[in-house]
């Protein structure tokens, strides 16, 4: 199984709301050969690091491509791209995070690009509960620890709340 974070915390130019720029990106994800399966529920986060951006909103979807981890990923970028994110530095705010978190379990090294499974997942509860949604049973590719210990792991600090749908 390969899933995507999708995430942002302002609206592109085109579209009213945040969520509806993230629908948008779904929408356009086949046209960069990616094709989207299950999308799990939304989630409303507060920024990682604790910053004075806006909230992000964000979901993890599975997906099937022919394209091999570093072309997913390029693609990803290239659609974050037609969306008018503009990469400031770490962390900013974002008109849409694309991120590839595990691709068939593939692990890779850590100067390999991309790394995989995604860095930073596992400390991220705005990655964590959405994929339990959607894969409850997933096991980390590196540690094989189970995604309800990797949860009851994360920080207390990270506020987290599902969206209406």
């Known amino acids: 199984m390969i899933f995507i974070g999708i995430g942002a915390n302002l609206p592109s130019v085109s579209h009213a709301t945040i969520r509806d720029t ?3 990106a779904l929408a356009t994800m086949p046209a960069h050969g990616i094709i989207v399966g299950c999308v799990s529920p939304w989630y409303e986060s507060a920024p990682v690091p604790t910053s ?7 979901a993890v ?3 099937t491509t022919k394209h091999s981890p570093a072309d997913a990923l390029a693609a990803l970028h290239t659609l974050e ?28 090294e850590w100067d390999e690009i991309p790394i ?5 997942m596992i400390q991220r509860a705005f990655v964590l509960l959405p994929l ?3 894969c409850p049973g ?15 792991a994360l920080p207390f600090d990270q506020e987290i709340r599902p969206m209406g749908q």
């Open 81 to 108: 791209h037609e969306f008018g994110r503009v990469r400031a530095g770490r962390n900013a705010a974002r008109t849409l995070d694309l991120d590839l978190l595990d691709y068939c379990g593939v692990v890779s």
């Open 22 to 24: 993230c629908l948008a």
């Open 61 to 63: 979807v599975e997906v």
């Open 52 to 58: 004075a951006q806006p909230w992000y909103v964000n």
């Open 138 to 152: 997933w096991r980390d590719p590196r540690s094989k620890r189970e995604i309800d210990e990797l949860i009851a």
């Open 116 to 120: 995989l499974p995604h860095p930073r």
């Open 132 to 134: 339990r949604d959607l």
